[in-house]
């Protein structure tokens, strides 16, 4: 259980589209999850933190306007790249808190999208 | 603010060695303490955790006690297998529940 998808696994774009990455939570409710930014050989930066039904809290120094995050539904988090440019070009994950009892202290997190912008 | 540091890697190891991977953390509070695995090409997977001072988390092998003296939670392992190659990430959360920070993580390679 505690199954964390994200789609699409990779994605190059052209600079100035937008991009948009799911994340679901297959088998269990997320109440909670969260988007990370990992850089080649580095650890993972916290970008914001999202609740279902409410706006995204973003980290300092994330753009809001530029990274937009949609928690609709206990099972779909999405985050939106705007405009990307070449510099947004990193590995997107995300992660989800809730499930099973006992577990909700934990995050489960997805494989991760690799985004590529040209 | 909150951090945690971790041995810097690569770890290069032969197969049934004795494997340890120091974390050390800076918390304001009493915060809960993880362990994370990243095989090549997948998701971070939790390995072990830990919510309060001497608890042991255990899983696959693996051991991380909580010492609040020390402010250390170390990843070890008796034997480590070539299965066992992978980023590992030490990560605190101070809020039940909330987010997570990661060390930088450590690459174990294990060779046969």
């Known amino acids: 259980g505690a199954v964390v998808s994200q789609h699409p696994s990779w994605v190059i774009c052209k600079s100035g589209t937008s991009v948009k990455i799911e994340c679901r939570s297959l088998?269990?409710?997320?109440?909670?999850m969260f988007w990370y930014r990992q850089f080649p050989k580095q650890s993972l930066m916290l970008m914001a933190t999202?609740?279902?039904?409410?706006?995204?809290?973003?980290e300092q120094g994330v753009e809001k306007d530029k990274f937009l995050i949609n928690h609709a539904s206990l099972t779909l988090s999405t985050l939106t790249v705007t405009s990307a440019h070449p510099e947004d070009s990193s590995f997107y994950i995300c992660?989800?808190?809730?499930?099973?009892?006992?577990?909700?202290?934990?995050?489960?997190f997805g494989p991760g999208t690799r985004l590529t912008v040209l | 603010g909150d951090s945690v540091t971790q041995m810097e890697g690569p770890v290069t190891l032969s197969e049934e060695a004795f494997l340890t991977i120091n974390c050390t953390y800076t918390?304001?509070?009493?915060?809960?303490l993880f362990w994370y695995v990243q095989y090549p090409g997948e998701g971070l997977q939790l390995l072990l955790k830990?919510?309060?001072?001497?608890d042991k988390g255990s899983n696959k092998g693996f051991e991380a006690t909580y010492r609040k003296e020390t402010t250390s939670f170390h990843l070890e392992k008796g034997s480590v297998q070539v299965s066992d190659s992978a980023v590992y990430f030490c990560?605190?959360?101070?809020?039940?529940?909330?987010?997570?920070?990661f060390g930088q993580g450590t690459e174990l390679s294990v060779k046969p």
């Open positions: 992660s989800a808190r809730g499930g099973q009892r006992g577990q909700w202290d934990t995050q489960y």
């Open positions: 088998d269990f409710q997320a109440t909670t």
């Open positions: 999202s609740n279902e039904g409410s706006k995204a809290t973003y």
């Open positions: 918390a304001t509070g009493y915060p809960s």
């Open positions: 830990a919510t309060k001072a001497d």
């Open positions: 990560a605190l959360s101070e809020v039940w529940g909330g987010k997570l920070i």
